[in-house]
């Protein structure tokens, strides 16, 4: 069992930017992939970016790609998401998400999920 919880949302200006941040605890000492997904008001949850144990791999969504970045210290059993040049299209509630044994972009391939953190984007 993996628990996670996320934090840095809030309510930001359209070009300006955010760093959200994701603790683990729990089964912290196996290896686990993680993801950054979001979710829209009245649209799915959509996939963002994921990382793999070592940080070595990440893959991004398209619409995020060149903006976003994902990071791990696992160290410090965090993952982050620094999200640049914000655009109101990027307000969402995001979460974050582990997986000892999926890396990628389908939701229901993870199974542990943080509660969420809210980031607005105004224009």
């Known amino acids: 069992q993996v628990q996670l919880v996320e934090s840095g949302g809030g309510l930001v200006q359209a070009g300006g930017s955010v760093r959200l941040s994701c603790l683990a605890s729990?089964?912290?000492?196996?290896?686990?992939?993680m993801g950054w997904f979001r979710q829209a008001p009245g649209k799915e949850r959509e996939f963002v970016a994921a990382?793999?144990?070592?940080?070595?791999?990440?893959y991004y969504t398209g619409t995020v790609k060149g903006r976003f970045t994902i990071s791990r210290d696992n160290a410090k059993n965090t993952m982050y998401l620094q999200m640049n040049s914000l655009k109101p299209e990027d307000t969402a509630v995001y979460y974050c998400?582990?997986?000892?044994?999926?890396?990628?972009?389908?939701?229901?391939?993870?199974?542990?999920w943080g509660q969420g953190t809210q980031v607005t984007v105004s224009s």
């Open positions: 998400a582990a997986s000892f044994r999926y890396y990628g972009s389908d939701t229901n391939r993870y199974p542990y």
């Open positions: 729990g089964r912290t000492s196996s290896t686990y992939n």
């Open positions: 990382i793999t144990w070592g940080g070595a791999t990440t």
